[in-house]
């Protein structure tokens, strides 16, 4: 007789995710009440347990279902609501509809960009991003926030840009523009002595403006993808920008089904002429008897 597995969750890689979700949670907060560096910083944090808990997970070989599923909630809230929220707060309010159609493209390009992810899982080439990941759009919308809470900027006064970063990042998440995932990295192996050096240099360099370093950094990043992909293909289309590719987990289905519906046509076909053929052969050889 089998023992009954025992039923439950894993504690360990969860346990950073919901850490994740207080830090979203915490940000939408703290932009209601004007803290709105301390909101930036809580995104930031957020990635920082998003990109914890699946190295935990896969490290202490406790991945599943129910996780996979609750990162993608927590990331909703963390990467989806809680800066187009924190953007809102900053410097949309006053613009009227422009302000909140601003965030909510945001918010719905978050929520397309992360049901398209889950629909690649184990089909989609792991050195690249099809779009701009949430938590680097957060981040860059995160970063605005916090780099004009430093420099004592006004939001209200420049809205309309606030609301061009916010919009431009959730379009950059549907988008087909491929972004490196640095998920190839070996973290395992060994490293030159100089390595630790830039390490250090970077967190040098961090620490000193940190908001402007970060935001920076991931502006950058977010330029990289139209730029690698307008620089990899030779005539730009409009499937290399957005709308359905052959990567996308639907179209790849629907090809493999028409395939199959094809091949089976084609058998059908086959087998109908070689019955014709043998009928025939059948009937030449009464008539010669």
Known sequence: MQANKRKGIYLLPNLLTTAGLFSGFYA???????????????????????????????MTNTQSDFGAEYDSMADMVSFGMAPALVAYNFGLAELGKIGWLAAFVYVACAALRLARFNTQVGIADNRFFQGLAS??????????????????????????????????????????????????????????????????????????????????????????????TFRSVEKVTLEDVIGETAEDADFEGASEDNVEAADKNATSSNNTVDKDTADNKDKDSKKEK
Do not use: C, Q
């Open 28 to 58: 939408v907060v703290m932009s209601m009440n004007n803290h709105f560096e301390s909101a930036a910083i809580a995104i930031f944090v957020a990635m920082i347990f998003d990109g914890l808990d699946g190295r935990v997970a896969r």
């Open 135 to 228: 938590p680097a759009a957060a981040a860059l919308v995160a970063g605005m926030v916090w780099v004009g809470i430093d420099y004592d900027i006004d939001g209200n006064e420049y809205g309309i840009i606030v609301a061009i970063v916010t919009g431009i990042s959730g379009l950059l998440m549907v988008s087909n523009f491929k972004y490196n995932s640095f998920k190839t990295i070996d973290l395992h192996g060994k490293v030159p002595f100089v390595a630790i050096l830039v390490v250090m240099l970077v967190f040098i360099v961090v620490a000193t403006a940190p908001s402007l370093v970060l935001f920076i950094v991931f502006l950058l990043y977010a330029v990289a993808g139209p730029v690698n």
